[in-house]
C-alpha cells in the first residue's frame, strides 16, 4: 500500500468507523456468532499472493463485526465499561502511526516526556499528593497495560523492599500477601505468576465486604506467629463484584504498626471518581495519600480512554527501580547513565510499550477536567435513578448498597418472607431470570456470587446511556422477572 493507497483506504475507514457508531443501538449488545465461526469463514493459510486491501476491508465487516460485541452500546450494563471515545481512538491512530518500543527516552524523547506529563495531570486530577508526581522526583506515574500487570509490578515491587531493606534472608516460601475474599482474580493470579502464597481474607456482609482492622491484624498476628512474612496488603476501592471499599483508613492504622507492609491500592474501576471532590471522602482518598504505597486506577474502564491504558502511581519510584533496572550495554544511553531522564523500561515488566499517553493526552484536553466529572457524575446519577428503581419494587431488592455506578440486586418476590431460608429456591430463580436475560440481545448483564448469593450486577458507564436506556433496561428486566415469577407460581400450583 503506497501513500495515496492509505490516504483513500484511511478516509473510508474512518467514514465506516462512523457508520459503525451511528447504527450502533441497532445492533446486539452481544455478540450472535458461535464458537468457531470465523474459522469456518477464512481459509485455512495466509494467502499465498497479496490481496487487494478494498477485499481485506470489506471482509472487516463481514465477519469481524458481527463478532464483536458493541461494549460502548448504550444497553451495555454487564461486567464494568470499556470506555471509548473518538478522542481515545484517534490517539491511538496517531500512536500507531509512528510505531515507538519507547523502553529509553532517547527511544522518541516524546513518548516519555508525554507519559511523564499527563500522569501528572492525572494524578492532580484525582487529587493524589504531590510525591505521586512525576515531577516530585521521588513517586511518580506510569502506564501500565491492565490492572493486573499494575498489581504484579506492586508485588514484585514489594517484594524486593520486603527482602532488601526488612528481611535479606527471608525464604520465598515464607513470603505471604493478603487480600480479600472480594479482591480481583489479580491477587490470585500475582501470586500464581510469582510463586507467592496469596491468603485471601474473609470480608463479612455487615462490614459491606470491607476489610477491617482487627481481620488484618489477627492474620498478621497469626501468621507472624507461624513463622510467616507478611509484606503486602492489595487493598480495592471499589471491587468487581459488589463495588466494596476496603477500609484503607484502618489498613493505614495497622501497617503503621507493621511498616515494612506495602499497601497497593487497587481501584481499577472506582478510582476515577476521585476527579469529583465530593466523592473523594467515599472513595477514601486521604488514606491513600496517607497510606498508599501504590495507586492505580484504569483511564481504560470508566475513564474515557481507550483499552488500554491502566494508570499506576508510586509513592516511591526507586521501589520500583531497584526491583526491575537491569541496564544491560546495549540498552545504555547517555541520559539514563546520567540518571536525568525516566527509562521507563524499568518501571514495567516488558522491555518495549506502547505510546498510550498520546490518547490519555487527547482525552483529557478535550473533555477539560470538568467534562471528565461531569461524565463520572453522569454514570452515579444513572446509576442511582435505576436503584431508585430497585428500591420501589416489590419483586426486587438490593443486595449491597449502591457503589458509585454499580447496582447489585435480586428478585426477591413478596411471598419469600425469609430470604436466608429461602436461598435455594432464590438462587435458582436469579438463575432462571438471569438466563431469560442472557438469551436477550438488547441488553447485557452479568452476574456474580456473593457470600452464596447468586445476583445481578447493574454497571453504568457506557458514554452513551442515558435515562431512556436505564428506562428500557428496567422495563425488560421486569418483564423478564414477571415470566420466572409466573413460572414459580405454576410450579407452586403443579
Ligand atoms: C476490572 C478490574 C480489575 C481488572 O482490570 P484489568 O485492567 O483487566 O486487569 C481489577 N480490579 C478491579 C477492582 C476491577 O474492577
Known amino acids: ?133 512525576n515531577s516530585s522526583g521521588i513517586g511518580g506515574g506510569v502506564i501500565q497495560t491492565t490492572a493486573s500487570d499494575s498489581a504484579l509490578v506492586a508485588v514484585v515491587a514489594a517484594r524486593s523492599r520486603y527482602i532488601r531493606q526488612y528481611h535479606t534472608d527471608v525464604k520465598q516460601e515464607d513470603l505471604i500477601m493478603y487480600t480479600t475474599t472480594q479482591t480481583h482474580s489479580l491477587g490470585l493470579k500475582a501470586g500464581l505468576v510469582l510463586g507467592l502464597t496469596c491468603r485471601a481474607l474473609e470480608v463479612k456482609i455487615e462490614d459491606q465486604f470491607a476489610l477491617r482492622e482487627a481481620v488484618l491484624r489477627s492474620a498478621i498476628e497469626e501468621d507472624k506467629k507461624r513463622g510467616k512474612h507478611p509484606f503486602i496488603i492489595i487493598a480495592t476501592i471499589g471491587t468487581t463484584s459488589s463495588g466494596a471499599i476496603d ?36 472513595a477514601m482518598l486521604d488514606s491513600i495519600n496517607q497510606y498508599a504505597d501504590s495507586f492505580c486506577t484504569n483511564f481504560h474502564k470508566w475513564g474515557l480512554v481507550n483499552f488500554d491504558a491502566s494508570a499506576m502511581w508510586v509513592r516511591n519510584r526507586k521501589d520500583l527501580t531497584d526491583a526491575l533496572d537491569i541496564t544491560p550495554e546495549f540498552l545504555r544511553s547517555k541520559h539514563g547513565d546520567a540518571g536525568t531522564v525516566i527509562d521507563y523500561r524499568n518501571w514495567h515488566l516488558g522491555l518495549g510499550r506502547r505510546f498510550r499517553s498520546l490518547k490519555v493526552w487527547f482525552v483529557l484536553r478535550s473533555y477539560g477536567a470538568e467534562g471528565f466529572r461531569n461524565y463520572i457524575r453522569a454514570g452515579i446519577d444513572l446509576n442511582n435513578y435505576f436503584a431508585t428503581l430497585v428500591r420501589g419494587s416489590s419483586n426486587f431488592s438490593l443486595v449491597t448498597e449502591p457503589s458509585f455506578a454499580l447496582t447489585v440486586f435480586r428478585i426477591v418476590p413478596p411471598s419469600v418472607t425469609d430470604p436466608i431460608a429461602s436461598q435455594t429456591l432464590l438462587n435458582s430463580l436469579n438463575q432462571s431470570f438471569h438466563a431469560r436475560i442472557s438469551a436477550r440481545h438488547d441488553i447485557w448483564l452479568t452476574q456474580t456470587m456473593i457470600n452464596g448469593i447468586f445476583c445481578i450486577r447493574f454497571a453504568v458507564g457506557a458514554a452513551r446511556t442515558t435515562k431512556a436506556h436505564i428506562d428500557k433496561a428496567w422495563k425488560l428486566i421486569n418483564e423478564e422477572a414477571e415470566v420466572v415469577l409466573a413460572n414459580l407460581g405454576q410450579e407452586g400450583r403443579d
Not at 467514514?15 to 457508531?21: A, G, L
Not at 503503621?256 to 471532590?277: M, N, R
Open 247 to 282: 477500609r484503607l483508613d484502618e489498613i493505614g492504622e495497622v501497617v503503621k504498626d507493621y511498616p515494612s507492609l506495602w499497601i497497593h491500592v487497587d481501584a481499577a474501576w472506582a478510582g476515577v471518581t476521585l476527579a469529583c471532590p465530593e466523592f473523594r471522602e467515599v
Open 1 to 133: 500500500m503506497d501513500i495515496e493507497q492509505f490516504r483513500k483506504a484511511g478516509y473510508q475507514a474512518i467514514d465506516r468507523i462512523c457508520d459503525y457508531y451511528y447504527s450502533l443501538e441497532e445492533r446486539p449488545v452481544v455478540s450472535q456468532v458461535q464458537p468457531g465461526y470465523l474459522r469456518e469463514a477464512l481459509p485455512e493459510s495466509a494467502p499465498e499472493k497479496g490481496e487487494d486491501f478494498q477485499l481485506i476491508a470489506d471482509d472487516y465487516q463481514k465477519h469481524i463485526i458481527p463478532g464483536m460485541s458493541p461494549w460502548q452500546h448504550p444497553s451495555f450494563f454487564a461486567y464494568f465499561p470499556t470506555a471509548g471515545t473518538f478522542e481515545g481512538m484517534l490517539g491511538d491512530l496517531y500512536c500507531s502511526s509512528i510505531p515507538t518500543p519507547g523502553f529509553n527516552w532517547s527511544c522518541s524523547p516524546a513518548a516519555t516526556e508525554l507519559e511523564a506529563v499527563v500522569m501528572d495531570w492525572g494524578a492532580k486530577l484525582f487529587g493524589l499528593d504531590s510525591q505521586f508526581l
